[in-house]
RNA sequence: GGCAGGUUGCCCGAGUGGCCAAAGGGAGCUGACUGUAAAUCAGCCGUCAUCGACUUCAGAGGUUCGAAUCCUCUACCUGCCA
């Protein structure tokens, strides 16, 4: 499913193609999330027209609504949100945090070095709780209980019917101590067992379905041993002759060691299977994650920030809302090729959030969602051209240099 | 002309003797956001300033140890009756 292009001389990183029943994805790609099987407040016509080759959504959320079943009776999740592309979903996996130990929390990237793995959230507030066998959740629309293990994730991953699925995993925390974060990678190996079974298992038992492709999903926190040892052992992971299709690399990883550490794991793994980069990230960030070797990258970003003013430019990020967009009839980035730069003002997107009108999340969504997805494509060519070093440099020269002189 | 009610910080609006620089909204300003509990969240929002000090509740005067709150007059607004 996946073959390698052009690579970086003193790097890990290249080109390649993945391709799924709904076509393909020339990596490095940036794949805008759509959680709920909707890439909030854009349209997927839209989301063509900017260039995004694929979705990914989310099996926790679209499993408490509308239901598995339902996007399963819909003809599956490209078809039930009518994106003609390839979709992936996330596993539940960023939930067992985000509900659990993230509760009500900001997801530090930069808070590495407090050993306290209870200091997030305590016990009794979490609306997720790990043990050794699943993840018990209370759904945060209704209070209900609901059990998530390796096998239910792959039940509904299936039924959902992405292209590309995930190994339901447990993400730590930059605060969790060495000792959690082995447990917690001991746990998630074990899952991606399960995982890798369970998918072979409903593979078979579902023939005529369209094939679905499992990634696993690294963890092992920001240290070297665990995180190779956990890419290796996945990358020799055969069940009932199935191995997975690509990998994926997770965790909360503090910013500066993103890149070492996206090496580390890549260094594990085969060649010739892509590698998706969770969550990530920031320019600075998919810069590092190219350049390290990964293919494929998803962050919401773009469209949160987007829904509260904030707008991308090639002189770094900031926000539509302060009074000096207020006369400025120019487009939010004079280099941009979008729709919403070919089209409208700052002037007029700064009155659009004043006046709380929906269209302004909307048409700066496409432009956040535009930024970033050429973004990766630019260094797609530049890979192929042989000048990533010099677009990385030139890029985020201008990049950093631009959003430190507006602080 | 008569009777009644009202005038609070940029706007709306609570507050009827000390716990009031004054609730709560809105607006404004800052900041955060990385596999989305996120069209969300946090902070600031009279002046100067480090605790703290100073000037405010239409205006002027008064009562009181103490007034946004009570009294008098003035100005303006609203309702009902002529």
Request: hydrophobic residues 40%; charged residues 25%.
């Amino acid at each position: 499913m996946f073959s390698v292009g052009s690579t970086l001389p003193d790097a890990p990183g290249r080109t390649g193609t993945i391709t799924t029943p709904h076509g393909q994805i020339q990596t490095p790609a940036f794949i805008p999330v759509g959680t709920k099987a909707t890439v909030k407040a854009v349209l997927p016509e839209s989301l063509s027209d900017l260039g995004a080759q694929a979705v990914l959504a989310n099996a926790y959320h679209l499993y408490l609504q509308p239901g598995p079943d339902i996007v399963d009776e819909a003809g599956g999740l490209a078809a039930f949100m009518n994106w003609p592309g390839p979709t992936f979903t996330d596993s539940g996996g960023f939930q067992v945090l985000s509900l659990g130990a993230g509760f009500k929390k900001t997801l530090a990237m930069d808070a590495i070095g407090v050993e306290a793995d209870d200091v997030i959230a305590p016990g009794k507030d979490r609306l997720a709780h790990v043990d050794d066998d699943g993840v018990t959740f209370k759904s945060h629309l209704d209070g209900s209980r609901h059990r998530f293990t390796p096998e239910v994730s792959m039940q509904i991953q299936h039924q959902i019917g992405a292209d590309i699925i995930f190994a339901f995993d447990e993400l730590t925390t930059l605060m969790n101590s060495r000792a959690y974060q082995e447990l917690s990678l001991e746990r998630t190996q074990a899952w991606a067992a399960r995982c890798l079974a369970e998918h072979q298992r409903l593979t078979i038992a579902q023939p005529d379905r369209p094939a679905q492709a499992l990634y696993g999903v690294v963890q092992g926190a920001q240290h070297e041993d665990l995180r190779r040892k956990a890419a290796r052992d996945l990358a020799s992971l055969e069940i009932d002759g199935r191995r997975f299709e690509g990998y994926g690399l997770g965790g909360a990883i503090e910013k500066e060691s993103l890149g070492t550490i996206c090496r580390w794991v890549n260094d594990e793994l085969p060649e010739d299977a892509p590698r998706h980069l969770l969550g990530i990230g920031e320019p600075e960030d998919l810069f590092e994650g190219v350049e390290a070797g990964c293919d494929t990258f998803d962050c919401v970003t773009p469209t949160r920030v987007a829904r509260s003013s904030r707008v991308y430019s090639v002189r770094g990020r900031y926000n539509l809302l302060v009074a000096a967009s207020r006369r400025d009839f120019g487009p939010i980035c004079d280099e941009c090729d979008c729709y919403t730069c070919a089209n409208y003002t700052k002037a007029y997107l700064h009155h659009l959030f004043k006046a709380n009108e929906m269209v302004a999340a909307t048409l700066c969504s496409i432009h956040n969602e535009r930024f970033f997805v050429r973004l990766v494509d630019s260094m797609r060519a530049a890979i192929t051209a042989g000048e990533f070093a010099e677009l990385k440099t030139e890029w985020l020269g201008r990049y950093l240099a631009g959003r430190d002189s507006r602080d």
